[in-house]
């Protein structure tokens, strides 16, 4: 049986924008790393060793936001939504996506902790 928070629709909302923010952000960084939209400066250079250390923290901030997004939008089916998958979730965001959707990630979290006490 899932547990229903008094103020979910919140929590849901800010955990979905958080999601969308962090997975915007990895994309846009993906974009920039494979020199995409500019062509005059080469970011990279593709006998470095940066290469793999980028594209594989972007692969998991892509996985990470997705997660959070899937955990929002269809609760309890994937992941189930409760304060302490919200708390795994913002810290990852904050690790390996983006700190402003990890933020708003940890507010949901606060907002569902604060109400279990």
């Known amino acids: 049986m899932r547990k229903t928070y008094k103020n979910e629709g919140i929590m849901k ?11 915007i952000f990895v994309i846009l960084g993906l974009l920039h790393f494979f020199n995409v939209y500019s062509v005059t400066y080469p970011y990279w250079n593709p006998f470095g060793g940066e290469i793999v250390m980028v594209l594989v923290g972007s692969i998991i901030g892509l996985v990470i936001a997705a997660l ?8 309890g089916d ?4 409760n304060w302490i998958i919200l708390l795994i979730f ?10 402003l959707g990890g933020v708003l990630v940890l507010i949901a979290f606060l907002i569902g902790l604060i109400e279990d006490l």
């Open 13 to 23: 909302a800010l955990t979905i924008i958080g999601a969308i923010v962090s997975l």
């Open 68 to 75: 959070t997004l899937m955990c929002a939008v269809k609760p």
């Open 78 to 81: 994937p992941i189930p939504f």
């Open 90 to 99: 913002a810290i990852l965001l904050i690790i390996f996506a983006h700190v």
